[in-house]
């Protein structure tokens, strides 16, 4: 079992980049405040204030800010864990749209500015030459968790695709980088969480930390209510919950007996912008733990 | 190893997609893959040693290794490669728009009436809940005779001029009326019917050779009107965003990606009187893979089905045929400075 120590209440990123699964317009307009970044801060000093120990950080481009706003703020950065979450996904959708795979990803390397290749002290040019997929990978992490540099990183989450196209080499690959490069745990995220705990098994490899939605509605839960609570029951488990009110949908004193009845859930992402909400939230989390 | 197998042609970014839910669905399996990179071949070689892969679609037909293949390349190469495929008996998915224009589809129109085979085309929009939700509550006649039809799409992709195929009309067809919202017209005439007549603009706000924006004001065989606005250099949309509004005799209904709002004067059925909403939750429904997002494995489910069955689907060639047809005349409307143009009347 991954022995890592989650916070129990972890802050969620959406707000800050404008995703919003019950709302676009919603999402729009807090991206809109969230562009500056002591909007951000602000909301994360207080989420420490009501009891978070965690952020959780996809590597949007914004996000670079507000990790360099986190290192020079002492306090939040020794009081807080980040949790980086691999890639923003729509960073690459959008422009694989225009140029297709293979050239997002030599372009983003090629890219790179010249003080990351030195600091990283990569042969880029060498990656982008013989195209080696592996190789590309290990950069393309290394490029990417550059920005959390410096930061309280114990463990990094990775988009689920690895599990769902059954890659077991990829996730080897990905949890030995993370291991040996950046001394971190390895997490994923899934839609899939019955697939996934059974694809583990398949390949003899131990579960990761897993970043996945839990919630008594069955909101982006596959692919059925009973199954995944089966999963939930495995009892090598480690769970972040995310979705837990389904975007806004329940209220938090169901969501969080729903969520908390269940062991293996370690630690609950809760996305939130105002500090009156997050007190109320965070509340019903540790009341219901009871 | 058991099920149906499956083929991907152009093992780009849904390429991939379609690959996993490909490999993944209960009852299908992924057995070969068409891709003209040697980078991306020596991956799928590297990662999936039981795959086979190719370079040219005649290939994969020569090995006959496949039950359905999903055509995933560039638009520009769509008909080509299903026209080949259709003649060798195989059954299709097509990539979203179907074609350049209705004109270039023709080929691949006359193969299917030659030799039938089950074919789709890959308007997944129509599997996102709100959207499916929507539709059956339109089937049902709801809002009784509809009168007024008000659509849009807007996404922020192009602050500046784009690279790629994708904006270069001759391998694309053009800009943002045929990519992202040929999603919006397929379910305009899905949910209302023909369209007979429109009225277009298009405008370049930063590309050089495909339009960014366009407004259409459209004409149903219904007696409904409406138009559709759409932009893909539009602030504050960080990702596809479709909003369709219909007012009939009887209500309105609005939808878009994250609910369904109904107001009916009178109830229909167990649809009652007044304002109903469905949010997403309401409407969720569980997928036994969820890769990137439900709509495309539903999709995938009613395809492996009527591949199966050698039944038809709602969204197949004919189907995408009519939305060229459609994009094809607010086109030409606009070249026209904007005159009413018949849908339908440019193809013999």
């Known amino acids: 079992m991954t022995e890592v120590v989650l916070?129990?209440?972890?802050?969620?990123?959406?707000?800050?980049?404008?995703?919003?699964?019950?709302?676009?317009?919603?999402?729009?307009?807090?991206?809109?405040?969230?562009?500056?970044?002591?909007?951000?801060?602000?909301?994360?000093?207080?989420?420490?204030?009501?009891?978070?120990?965690?952020?959780?950080?996809?590597?949007?481009?914004?996000?670079?800010?507000?990790c360099e706003a986190l290192r020079v703020d002492t306090f939040l950065g020794s009081n807080l864990e980040v949790f980086p979450l691999l890639p923003y996904a729509q960073?690459?959708?959008?422009?694989?749209?225009?140029?297709?795979?293979?050239?997002?990803?030599?372009?983003?390397?090629?890219?790179?500015?010249?003080?990351?290749k030195v600091g990283l002290g990569l042969d880029f040019a060498r990656t982008i030459y013989r195209r080696d997929p592996l190789d590309m990978v290990r950069a393309l992490m290394r490029l990417e968790l550059r920005m959390f540099r410096k930061l309280n990183v114990s463990t990094v989450f990775l988009h689920d695709a690895i599990a769902a196209l059954n890659l077991p080499e990829v996730f080897s690959l990905y949890e030995s980088?993370?291991?040996?490069?950046?001394?971190?745990?390895?997490?994923?995220?899934?839609?899939?969480?019955?697939?996934?705990?059974?694809?583990?098994?398949?390949?003899g490899m131990e579960l990761p930390v897993v970043l996945t939605h839990v919630n008594k509605v069955g909101f982006h839960v596959n692919p059925?209510?009973?199954?995944?609570?089966?999963?939930?029951?495995?009892?090598?488990?480690a769970v972040m919950a995310m979705g837990t009110l389904a975007s806004g949908y329940l209220n938090p004193e169901e969501a969080y007996s729903y969520v908390n009845a269940f062991s293996s859930v370690k630690s609950i992402v809760v996305g939130?912008?105002?500090?009156a909400h997050m007190r109320a939230t965070f509340g019903s989390i540790t009341a219901s733990k009871t | 190893m058991t099920g149906l197998r499956g083929a991907v042609v152009g093992f780009g970014k849904l390429g991939l997609l379609h690959a996993g839910l490909a490999n993944g669905l209960p009852n299908s399996r992924l057995a070969a893959v068409v891709e003209s990179s040697a980078v991306i071949q020596r991956v799928v070689r590297q990662y999936f040693p039981d795959v086979n892969v190719f370079s040219r679609v005649e290939e994969l037909i020569e090995a006959r290794q496949s039950d359905y293949v999903i055509v995933a390349t560039p638009t520009g190469s769509h008909v080509s490669i299903a026209e080949k495929l259709v003649e060798a008996s195989i059954p299709v998915l097509i990539e979203k728009p179907l074609s350049l224009n209705a004109q270039e589809a023709q080929p691949l129109v006359a193969a299917l009436n030659r030799n039938w085979v089950p074919n789709m085309v890959g308007y997944m929009g129509r599997y996102i809940d709100t959207f499916h939700k929507a539709a059956q509550l339109l089937h049902r006649s709801v809002l009784g005779k509809i009168q007024m039809v008000r659509s849009s799409m807007y996404v922020e992709q192009l602050l500046k001029p784009g690279e790629g195929w994708r904006y270069d009309p001759a391998t694309s067809g053009g800009g943002v009326l045929i990519t992202q919202n040929s999603h919006v017209i397929d379910k305009l005439l899905w949910m209302f019917g023909d369209i007979t007549g429109v009225l277009g603009n298009t405008s370049q706000l930063v590309s050089r050779l495909v339009e960014d924006h366009v407004h259409a004001y459209l004409e149903f065989s219904s007696g409904a009107v409406g138009f559709i606005d759409a932009s893909w250099s539009a602030r504050h949309f960080r990702t596809p965003t479709i909003s369709i509004h219909a007012q009939g005799t009887n209500g309105t209904l609005d939808v878009d990606d994250d609910e369904v709002r109904l107001f009916l004067d009178n109830s229909i059925g167990e649809t009652s009187s007044g304002w109903t909403t469905w949010r997403k939750p309401d409407l969720y429904r569980p997928v036994p893979l969820d890769i990137g997002g439900t709509q495309y494995t539903l999709q995938m489910i009613d395809f492996l089905e009527a591949v199966t069955n050698r039944s038809d689907l709602d969204s197949n060639v004919a189907s995408g045929l009519k939305t060229q047809l459609v994009i094809d005349a607010v086109y030409e409307s606009a070249r026209q400075g904007g005159t009413r143009v018949d849908v339908g009347t440019l193809v013999s």
């Open chain 1, 7 to 66: 916070p129990r209440i972890v802050l969620g990123h959406n707000a800050f980049f404008g995703v919003d699964h019950l709302s676009s317009q919603r999402g729009a307009e807090r991206a809109a405040y969230f562009s500056d970044v002591a909007n951000v801060m602000t909301v994360i000093a207080s989420a420490v204030d009501s009891g978070a120990g965690g952020l959780m950080l996809s590597t949007h481009p914004r996000a670079v800010s507000i």
């Open chain 1, 91 to 116: 960073k690459y959708v959008t422009r694989a749209n225009e140029l297709g795979l293979v050239r997002v990803v030599t372009q983003t390397l090629a890219a790179a500015s010249t003080r990351d």
């Open chain 1, 177 to 203: 980088t993370l291991r040996r490069r950046f001394g971190t745990a390895a997490g994923i995220a899934t839609k899939n969480l019955s697939l996934l705990v059974r694809r583990f098994q398949e390949w």
């Open chain 1, 224 to 237: 059925s209510q009973e199954e995944y609570e089966k999963a939930l029951a495995h009892p090598e488990l």
């Open chain 1, 272 to 275: 939130a912008s105002s500090t």
